[in-house]
Each structure stands twice: as structure tokens, then as C-alpha cells.
């Protein structure tokens, strides 16, 4: 139980174009998703906060208009970054807290590369 | 404010040997802490984690921890370490505000050799 699922898991996109990404909670109802980053040999750095049917979250320094995230039913949420750069590039991990309990579950990763 | 440190960037060991990953923390009050691991192009995995009770908690593949109140360490320990181990492993805190949120460790990078 408890999994997490990411899709894509790999993506290359050229610059200036927009890349959605899903996170899905496959056997469990989450009302909180989260999105991490990571950059190589670095820890994850926490972008936002994702709550079913309302807005995110966002941390200091994380643009919301850039990191779009959108969590439209209790086991899915998007982050779609927009008019990527290289810059972007980077591990982007997502987590979800599952209803019940206070546990979060990490989802696989994808690996955004911009050219 | 609460925050980890994992001093060592690597921890090589050989396989069979006890294995040690170092964190401590900064927390205002008492604090949940966890251990994860991760595999290359992976996501993370939960190993354990300690909120309250015995100091010494086990987790998954063998692993355990010490919670140290007075040395504010929570130390990754495995008595007989696997080339299998071999992975990038994160101590992290939650906060005590805001449950939702992780601080996470720098991570350590565990090579065991065989």
C-alpha cells in the first residue's frame, strides 16, 4: 500500500515551452500533495504545497506563475512548469500525506532536462 | 527555526561491516525525525523514523536508529552492512508548526564495498 506514482518519468522539453508532470496517489485519498526539488548531489528543497481544491502553496523564492500546480481530486496533482529553461532543470519529486495518518509517501521523481 | 546536518557527504564501509550515517538536528521543542533513502533516478523511500518512546528505533533493511536527546543526534546505524546498501540516505525533521512540512538533510552518500 502507500504508493506513489510519477509520470513522466523523464523528460526532455526545449526552452520556452511548458511541461506538465502528475503525481497520483494510487491507493490511498490524499488531500495534501507536496512538490520537492532536487538538484544534483543536493537535498530536496520544498516548492509548494498542493491541497485538493484550493490553491497551493508556494515557498518563499518559488515563482507560483512558473510552478503552476493544479490538485483537482483527492489523488492527483499537476505541476506544470511554464516556459522552461534550462535553468529549470532538475529532479522534481513529489509527495503525498495520506488522509489518515500523518505520513507522507514519496513518488518516484522525474527528471526535467531543458535544452 | 529547525533544521538538520549530516556532517559527512560519503561513508564508504565494507560489506559486513557495521555501518554508521551521521545526522543531528535543531528543533525547538521535541522533535520527529526520519531516515530515507534514496536510489539513483529515484524517489525516497522511508527507512524509519522516531517521534517518541524507546531511543533506539528499527526501521526497514535492517536498519536502525539512536535518538540522542542530549547529543541532539539521530545516527543511522546497520550491524552488517550490504553492497545493496549502497544509496544516498536523508535525515530529515518535521516541523513541529506545520506537519506538512520536512527539512531535510544535505545526505549522505553510503558506498559499501564488497
Not at chain 1, 494510487?26 to 490553491?55: C, H, I, V
Not at chain 1, 518563499?60 to 492527483?76: C, M, R, W, Y
Request: hydrophobic share 35%; aromatic share 14%; net charge positive.
Amino acid at each position: 500500500g502507500a504508493v506513489v506514482s510519477q509520470h513522466p518519468s523523464w523528460v526532455i522539453c526545449k526552452s520556452g515551452t511548458s511541461v506538465k508532470i502528475e503525481c497520483r496517489s494510487l491507493d490511498f485519498q490524499a488531500t495534501t500533495m507536496f512538490w520537492y526539488r532536487q538538484f544534483p548531489k543536493q537535498s530536496l528543497m520544498l516548492m509548494a504545497t498542493s491541497n485538493e481544491g484550493s490553491k497551493a502553496t508556494y515557498e518563499q523564492g518559488v515563482e507560483k506563475d512558473k510552478f503552476l500546480i493544479n490538485h483537482a481530486s483527492l489523488t492527483l496533482s499537476t505541476l506544470t512548469v511554464t516556459s522552461a529553461h534550462p535553468e529549470d532543470s532538475s529532479f522534481y519529486i513529489c509527495s503525498a500525506r495520506d488522509s489518515g495518518v500523518y505520513e507522507q509517501y514519496f513518488g518516484p521523481g522525474t527528471r526535467l532536462t531543458v535544452t | 527555526a529547525q533544521s538538520v546536518a549530516q556532517p559527512e557527504d560519503q561513508v564508504n564501509v565494507a560489506e559486513g561491516n557495521p555501518l554508521t550515517v551521521k545526522c543531528t538536528y535543531s528543533v525547538s521543542g521535541n522533535p520527529y525525525l526520519f531516515w530515507y533513502v534514496q536510489y539513483p533516478n529515484r524517489g525516497l523511500q522511508f527507512l524509519l523514523k522516531y517521534i517518541t518512546g524507546d531511543n533506539l528505533v528499527k526501521g526497514s533493511y535492517g536498519f536502525e536508529a539512536e535518538f540522542n536527546k542530549s547529543q541532539t543526534s539521530f545516527h543511522l546505524k546497520k550491524p552488517s552492512a550490504l553492497v545493496s546498501d549502497s544509496a544516498l540516505y536523508f535525515c530529515a525533521v518535521r516541523d513541529i508548526y506545520n506537519f506538512n512540512k520536512f527539512y531535510f538533510g544535505s545526505g549522505t552518500k553510503l558506498n559499501v564495498k564488497p
